[in-house]
């Protein structure tokens, strides 16, 4: 009895060891021949298990901001068809914590699923642990060809194949 | 004993093992879906002649450049109406996401014309299933100088139009609009014309590739008296897309390329092959680069 207790304990524990997304910010940045492409989204979700390593996150496509009105458009319904892909996510864990409070560099496995394509990465980045808060930066690329995103041939100067994304998340104790 | 351990064990292990599921869940449980707007009903701020209920958003400003040549079937020595040309010079601007100023100026009938769009209601899912802009505008003729018609005032130059665009995307291929307009001209010939005049308007757009797509554009005229000497315009054209640039080239009967031109004032039956080549291209620019892009 004492046992289950201490196991429905230490379940509880690991519960508790959920974090949340309190602020974000998700940028890609595109360079081509004409024009660099940059955009911004602070909408995304998350939550991120500590106990065991184990993230989720969502990321609203119609909601990255872009310079010019436009291209916002043209991105969301040429590109990433967000009305029909409105969500890209990722799914998986993060190996590699210490629970030390530093910053330490950690992998990120899982998949991700972009503009409805599912694709197996792994994404090193930054994980900083502090009293209450736990932030994380990462930069990697995005193929767009991965992920079935086609650019006309007419917009090949524009447009990069190759796109650099870089995310910085902090995440506050989940409360519910 | 033994079950009170294997038990929970389990329950942790299943725990754990579809922690990452039910993490899922439990964040999709979170989102909240606000129904975000049905955006590119269509390409450009025209379908073919007339508006395409669209506004532009806060800070962009387009300048069109519109061109109709002379009937194809004018005959080789006028190299198939090439040799003729009318010209509309245009800009747009978009005070907010949802209200568009503009103005231009056609070589037919030296028109200056200005222009107010406002988009009254936007198709959103679950929303509303159709986007409602509201179009109004005074086109000024100037084509009679002062010296040849000294009576003339600058109210007989006067025309308006407001007119009501009501689009409906149906799927990212097919948009349609129906277009209900009110076009008074303050002088026309009282023998064959009205001065008010009523039509109802329909056009489509339908996306062949993602950059290309078909258009088609038609008012019918309801109030005609019997001996009007104009004929109601039809528009059939394609439409290249390539980022800050529309490109539009089309088949229509009207030369006009402001409201009261084209609703009340086209010649030719498009159908007894009296139509001209045209084009319209268009280049957006960005006048508010806010950085939206880089703030938290």
């Known amino acids: 009895m004492r046992t289950l207790l201490f196991i429905l304990i230490s379940v509880q524990c690991t519960l508790a060891q959920k974090y949340k997304l309190d602020k974000s910010l998700v940028s890609f940045f595109s360079s081509a021949p004409i024009e660099d492409i940059r955009a911004g989204n602070t909408k995304s979700n998350s939550i991120f298990n500590l106990a065991n390593g184990e993230i989720v996150i969502s990321i609203p496509i119609n909601q990255f901001q872009f310079d010019k009105a436009l291209m916002q458009q043209h991105f969301n319904e040429k590109y990433m068809e967000s009305g029909k892909y409105p969500r890209a996510t990722f799914q998986g864990k993060i190996s590699g914590i210490e629970k030390v409070q530093y910053q330490q560099e950690v992998l990120a496995i899982g998949i991700m699923n972009i503009h409805g394509v599912n694709q197996a990465i792994e994404i090193p980045g930054q994980l900083t642990l502090n009293k209450d808060q736990i932030d994380m930066k990462a930069v990697f690329k995005v193929i767009l060809d991965d992920y079935k995103i086609k650019i006309p041939a007419i917009m090949w100067k524009n447009i990069a194949e190759e796109i650099e994304v870089t995310v910085n998340f902090i995440y506050k104790p989940y409360e519910n | ?296």
């Open chain 2, 1 to 296: 004993m033994k079950i009170s351990i294997v038990l929970p064990l389990m329950i942790f292990n299943s725990i754990a093992l579809f922690a990452q599921d039910d993490l899922m869940k439990l964040l999709e449980a979170e989102l909240k879906e606000e129904p975000s707007e049905i955006i590119q009903t269509f390409d450009g701020s025209r379908v073919v002649n007339g508006h395409a209920a669209k506004a532009l958003s806060k800070g962009e400003l387009e300048f069109l450049i519109m061109h109709r040549f002379g009937r194809i079937n004018s005959g080789a020595y006028n190299l198939f109406g090439l040799d003729q040309a009318f010209i509309r010079l245009g800009f747009e601007y978009g005070i907010t996401d949802n209200m568009s100023i503009g103005l231009g100026r056609s070589s037919f009938d030296k028109s200056y014309d200005f222009y107010f769009k406002d988009k009254l209601i936007s198709q959103r899912k679950n929303v509303s299933p159709v986007t409602v802009t509201l179009f109004s505008s005074l086109a000024i003729n100037s084509s009679q100088r002062k010296i040849d018609f000294p009576d003339i005032t600058f109210n007989d130059r006067l025309a308006f139009t407001n007119q009501l665009l009501i689009a409906r995307k149906f799927n990212s291929k097919l948009s349609l609009q129906l277009m209900p307009v009110f076009v008074h001209t303050n002088v026309v010939d009282q023998d064959s014309e009205f001065n008010s005049l009523f039509a109802l308007g329909f056009a489509g757009r339908y996306k062949l590739t993602k950059s290309l797509a078909l258009t088609a554009e038609y008012y019918n005229r309801l109030n005609v008296k019997q001996n009007s000497v104009y004929n109601n315009p039809v528009a059939i054209g394609i439409d290249i897309e390539t980022g800050g640039h529309v490109f539009q080239i089309h088949v229509t009967n009207a030369f006009g390329m402001i409201e009261r031109a084209i609703i009340a004032e086209t010649t030719g039956h498009f159908f007894r092959g009296d139509f001209n080549l045209g084009f319209n291209i268009s280049r957006s620019f960005q006048l508010n680069k806010q950085k939206r892009s880089k703030s938290w």
